[in-house]
DNA sequence: TGTTAGCACTCCACAACAATGAGTGCTAAT
DNA sequence: ATTAGCACTCATTGTTGTGGAGTGCTAACA
């Protein structure tokens, strides 16, 4: 048996249909509303086949059917509608997204915490954004100030301008000559320098040129190695986790613990993250659906994610995560306009 | 009517029970369960009494009773147990907290995440730890650094070393002795002055001095500006939120939601850490019952918290946040051996 | 041969009802 | 003052029955 025309089309108002109502679809319901003009009972017919080819499912005997994942990924793959209603509609939203995020806030952070917020409210689903991560970093500033007679102040900037600060306690006070000297033997020797590449090898022999001060450098190497370690466990910003008790399939008690918490404890959103930002196809864009997701808290939820890019490499990850009868057409058109701005808008700075 | 010592027993009775089962408590059990030797009949009279004292109450007909939030109150104001097995067993869970605290985390930031999920596994209930609030800042060092050809960078600390940094984009090269004209003008200009006194006479006084770098300063002030704004709204750390699942009382579609995005949008719990910091009475622990809360999504729970302080005068606070029938004896105690650690621990250092 | 009307069948959802039992208030006896 | 006893209340649980949405199958039709 064979996936014809007319099944694609039976299918695809199947599930338009449960992505609307979230209720199992009948025979007479696509009889009635589709321009197909069949009766129930053809339906029915081609509704047998579609379910013996494995796209709907029956909840029980009695029920209408619903779309398995397979019936979704088919759908996600070549159905998505891509009208210029829908597309502009997605248009307006990221503008309006936009206008918001221009508002002259300066930190990323609160940028990225920010869309976070705006998509969750526009969609109604949960998001999540990982601030961008920086891959093949370089030291690209170090530098030691006195802060106070018994303080040091350690800043370092990596590529991509990620900033990090350190305060070192001394025992006995510096005079700004030693500062000095310390100063230009770090830059000298560790700016421009790939971070994998600061070894022991290398930290011995600072260690050695700075003498008595030796000490000092150790620690500042310590801060250079937190912000290696910092460096890898992506910071990723959450909104809208209330949004799962707007679907009835998510907001079972054993379930919504169990996204809360994946939710609260970030860790296990990284591997999310991760995936999207290994796997990534040419669209940028990508779909998980139900089992297909990597985390798997979120089996019964369907994941949309898009990458966006900034300056210097460093990418990042959009993410809604919703009900397996997520809207499709509309969060993928959103995010895709989304991460075109970004990826323009930033890129032009 | 009066409140007896017999009616205090068996009110404390009542609660004891109802803590642990969080089912309406009979005469019967009261009756069987205490060494007061009366029968079910004479308890009932006595229930009836407490009940018309409003500190128990009914809900239905044919049930048992339940504490009221007057019950409560009471009990936690009069008749919490502080048996030595109690806070000893109080004692030891800090002592394992302290532990995995000290554990070499450097970062503050860390730290109190930490601290926020070790107490919620610990209790079962959801916590949050907010970041030591700084009253009376006074800016302790600032200064420019040349990162990059075009690019400069802020470092501004604040007393209590909370520091921030900024990128500043500048149209041509400055040389280095530009520069440290502009260090020394900041800090000799700004160094320890309290952060409300930056004014814009101030302003244009440094504006003027520096000449032809006056966009310059402007933006550094833009900085500092924005790490006062910064200071303003509380950096909140929460965790342990999927723990009202555990609690059948709070974790209906309606209130889990409400919850859920209290904790989320960490803007309304500033009030309640604003409120234990002004309210704070002599102990430094203060518990809400019920509607007591200034948080009026949390009406169905009880909030106890602890007020630390650390060096320099900072201030935050720890809390946790449960069901009306929270173990109250138990989250009092871990809170105060808690919170006094934590004063001496880092008095000391 | 594909389509459709018709019918028997299935099974969930929901309401009505009864049984259970925990708990009460009240009364009368101790 | 305390308690045994009893009638009463009411949430919970289980049973049963009915309605309706939906199906699969068969037979008739174009």
Known sequence: ???????????????????????????????KYTD????????????????????I??????????????????????????KEEQ?????????????????????????????????????????????PQVKGNKLKFIQLSKVDVRQLLTTIVVEGNVIKNTMIQVAEPLDDETLLKLNILLNTNLNGLPIEEINLAMIAKLKQQAGIYNDIISEVMDAVAAVIKEDEDIEIYTSGTNNIFKYPELSDNQRASELITTFEEKQLLTELVQDTLTEEKNTGIQVYIGNETPVKTMKDCSVVTATYELEEGMKGTIGIIGPRRMDYDKVISTLKTLKSQLDTLYKKE
């Open 1 to 31: 048996m064979e996936l014809d025309e007319r099944k694609r089309k039976i299918l695809q108002a199947i599930i338009r249909n449960y992505l609307e109502t979230g209720e199992p679809v009948g025979s007479r319901t696509i009889s």
């Open 36 to 55: 197909l003009n069949l009766s129930s009972a053809t339906i029915r017919n081609e509704m047998a086949d579609l379910e013996e080819l494995g796209y």
């Open 57 to 82: 499912l029956q909840p029980h005997t009695s029920a209408g059917r619903i779309p398995s994942d397979k019936g979704y990924r088919l759908y996600v793959d070549t159905m998505l509608m891509e």
């Open 87 to 131: 597309l502009s509609q997605a248009t307006q939203e990221v503008k309006e997204m936009q206008q918001i995020l221009l508002e002259k806030e300066d930190k990323m952070e609160a940028i990225l915490k920010q869309m976070a917020k705006v998509l969750a409210v526009n969609t109604n689903y949960a998001t999540l954004v990982s601030a």
